[in-house]
């Protein structure tokens, strides 16, 4: 009898361990219904899905504006060296202008950013600079949820944030373990929430 009991119990832990695996793809994509906001913030890197999914939003006619940050770069080391280096914030405006976002209501945050948390900080300062109040963020959808919750940790309640995932992301939240991108996603995304949650003890790096 005690044997059987144990068995079941093995059993049911398999059982639930396998459900929370399998499922970690898509609990890690949280997304809000969107909804007429002040500006649309596209989030570094995810290239092009991120900025593609922005332009889309903006012509539904989510917000008047698209901002972007701008992401640390070897811009000067590279031209110690005589090579001109375009940043990622210089592609992700053409982007948007390939999809339909006017040049006027592009705009580019100033200082440069090494991580998320840097990231939303700066957005958080520069949306309560100029009076905005509420933000549509633009990510990747394994991504989100970080995101969501760093910014209620790192900026608060306001400005007001929605999240939305890039749908044309090539993550496959069902069978992320199937390829090593994925399952670097789900890692890094489920150890950032970790670290989140835990008020951030682990700094994230910097330059």
């Known amino acids: 009898m005690q044997r059987l009991r144990l068995g079941v119990l093995i059993a049911l832990i398999l059982i639930v361990g396998l459900y929370v695996f399998r499922g970690a793809g898509r609990w890690l994509d949280r997304e809000d219904p969107l909804s007429r906001a002040d500006?649309?913030?596209?989030?570094?890197?995810?290239?092009?899905?991120?900025?593609?999914?922005?332009?889309?939003?903006?012509?539904?006619?989510?917000?008047?504006?698209v901002w972007c940050s701008r992401p640390d770069s070897p811009a000067d080391d590279l031209a110690k060296l005589g090579i001109h280096y375009v940043g990622?914030?210089?592609?992700?405006?053409?982007?948007?202008?390939?999809?339909?976002?006017?040049?006027?209501?592009?705009?580019?945050?100033?200082?440069?950013?090494?991580?998320?948390?840097?990231?939303?900080l700066e957005l958080g300062r520069e949306m309560r600079r100029s009076g905005r109040?509420?933000?549509?963020l633009v990510t990747s959808p394994q991504h989100t949820r970080r995101v969501w919750t760093l910014w209620q940790k790192l900026v608060g309640k306001e400005p007001r944030a929605w999240v939305h995932g890039a749908h044309e992301d090539p993550f496959d939240p069902d069978h992320w373990w199937?390829?090593?991108?994925?399952?670097?996603?789900?890692v890094r995304e489920t150890l950032g929430l970790v670290n989140a949650w835990a008020g951030l003890p682990v700094p994230p790096h910097s330059k």
């Open 39 to 65: 500006i649309i913030f596209v989030l570094g890197g995810g290239m092009p899905q991120r900025a593609v999914e922005a332009g889309k939003v903006f012509v539904q006619g989510y917000a008047a504006e």
């Open 88 to 120: 990622e914030e210089d592609y992700t405006r053409q982007i948007l202008v390939h999809e339909g976002v006017p040049e006027t209501a592009i705009r580019v945050l100033p200082g440069p950013v090494v991580n998320t948390e840097e990231e939303l």
């Open 133 to 136: 109040t509420t933000v549509i």
């Open 178 to 186: 199937r390829n090593t991108r994925d399952v670097l996603s789900v």
